[in-house]
């Protein structure tokens, strides 16, 4: 683990997949952030380390009245991690930020929930659900609801068993990288004016379907939500897209829809137009004043 991960000396830090002080029900979904998978909402909690117990059942928790505990909460919007509340138990939230400030620096407190979330999910892969540790366990959506032990799934809710699945077939990436291997470079993209045509094309099917057109760009091309938005503001600028604020319905033009149209149909390797039809298709694109692949210059 990076040294600047680890906890001060005397304390402990952990996550956990729910909002703190509220009651964990049920698993929240799984998304993107980057290039890792993390909860939608989750807590991080720091505390000194003789404010931590360890339970019967063998989970762990953090007793605000035995030092000071903070907890911190974190919610992923548009596919970015967002800090949205800072909670204490017993104690002045204020008295308990400024203890923390002195042992963790706050910049770091967002980079620390991402690690230990992403520590979270690497046990609960490992341990196929909740880790021992985690105190929800033998919460209300972890029933027992098999006497045989031997059946793999008797204690797993259906959220748990579609975490596993996801976090099994989409994140090998994101956790390799937990466990200290090194992530594969990802290839770099050029951002050319094709490359930005379908930019404006996923944004554009995206805004009309009602989802979130950056996030829509963001999962099509594997780019972290920044990178997305930057490559939207560079189609606004090339007039592929309409100014920011302006619904794409708003400037609708069957012109340039049929031109968007076109090209992606000639970049698609998937179709295998005739001779013919190909050259039906460059005519009618240089007609709309579209320029034709492989022509420029």
């Known amino acids: 683990m990076d040294d600047a991960l680890k906890p001060p000396g005397g304390w402990k830090i952990a996550a956990f997949p729910w909002f703190a002080m509220d009651e964990p029900t049920e698993l929240p979904r799984l998304l993107r952030v980057g290039s890792v998978l993390l909860p939608e909402f989750f807590h991080l909690v720091i505390a000194p380390q003789d404010a931590w117990r360890t339970y019967r059942d063998g989970s762990e928790g ?7 505990v903070l907890f911190l909460n974190f919610q992923v919007y548009e596919g970015e991690l967002e800090m949205t509340e800072a909670r204490s138990a017993y ?3 204020g008295t308990v930020m400024e203890t923390v ?19 979270y999910l690497l046990q609960f892969m490992d341990e196929g659900g909740r880790p021992e540790s985690d105190p929800a366990r033998t919460g209300g959506d972890w029933p027992v609801v098999s006497a045989d032990e031997s059946d793999p799934y008797g204690n797993r809710p259906k959220a748990a068993i579609e975490w596993l699945d996801q976090l099994q077939s989409h994140a090998a990436e994101a956790y390799a990288s937990a466990r ?21 094309r996923v944004y554009a099917i995206s805004e009309r379907a009602g989802m979130a057109p950056t996030r829509e760009v963001a999962n099509q091309f ?10 939207v503001a560079s189609a606004r600028r090339k007039k592929f897209l309409p100014p920011a604020g302006t ?17 992606y149909e000639l970049h698609d390797s998937l179709k295998n137009h005739t001779p013919a039809e190909r050259h039906a298709l460059e005519v009618e ?8 692949p492989g022509r420029e210059g």
């Open 222 to 231: 594997k780019a972290p939500h920044s990178t997305a938005a930057k490559w």
């Open 285 to 292: 694109l240089q007609s709309l004043g579209g320029e034709v």
């Open 180 to 200: 200290g291997t090194p992530n594969p470079r990802r290839k770099r993209q050029r951002i050319t004016d094709d490359f930005l045509k379908k930019v404006a």
């Open 91 to 93: 104690q002045d939230i």
């Open 62 to 68: 953090a007793e605000g009245w035995r030092a000071p």
């Open 101 to 119: 400030r002195k042992v963790i620096k706050p910049d770091k407190w967002k980079l620390l929930g991402i690690h230990y979330m992403t520590q």
């Open 247 to 263: 619904p794409v319905d708003g400037a609708y033009d069957p012109t340039i829809e049929r031109r968007l149209e076109i090209e």
